[in-house]
Nanobody, 125 residues
C-alpha cells in the first residue's frame, strides 16, 4: 500500500508561484499513477493533473493547463505540482492521490485508491 503526505501549501499573492510536494511511502511507488485533485469550500473535489507511473504522460484539467506542471521523482518517492500564475480561484485544499497503473479515467476521483490529507493553498488578490 501507499501512504501520501502533501506539503508546500500556503498563502501566496495572485500571480505568484508555488510548488506542492507529495511524499509517498510504501513499496512499488513507481508502479502507481499519481494525480492531484483540489477542493474549494462548498465545491466538489476536482481533478487537476495526473502523471503515469513512467512519468512519460501527463494530463491536466483545462482550467489549469499551461499554468500547472505535474512531475515525479520515483527515486525520491515524490510527486510535485508546480503552479504558476496563481489566481484567487485556485484557492483550495490540494490532495495527492495514487492508483495502481491502469488505462484511462484520470479525471475520476473514484479510481484512486490512496489519498493524502491535503494541503491548503490560499491565493490573495
Amino acid at each position: 500500500q501507499v501512504q501520501l503526505v502533501e506539503s508546500g501549501g500556503g498563502l501566496v499573492q495572485a500571480g505568484g508561484s508555488l510548488r506542492l510536494s507529495c511524499a509517498a511511502s510504501g513499496r512499488t511507488f513507481s508502479s502507481y499513477d499519481m494525480a492531484w485533485f483540489r477542493q474549494a469550500p462548498g465545491k466538489e473535489r476536482d481533478f487537476v493533473a495526473a502523471i503515469t507511473w513512467s512519468g512519460e504522460s501527463t494530463y491536466y484539467a483545462d482550467s489549469v493547463k499551461g499554468r500547472f506542471t505535474i512531475s515525479r521523482d520515483n527515486a525520491k518517492n515524490t510527486v510535485y505540482l508546480q503552479i504558476a500564475s496563481l489566481q484567487p480561484e485556485d484557492t483550495a485544499v490540494y490532495y495527492c492521490a495514487a492508483r495502481r497503473s491502469r488505462l484511462g479515467m484520470w479525471y475520476s476521483r473514484n479510481v484512486y485508491n490512496y489519498w493524502g490529507q491535503g494541503t491548503q493553498v490560499t491565493v490573495s488578490s
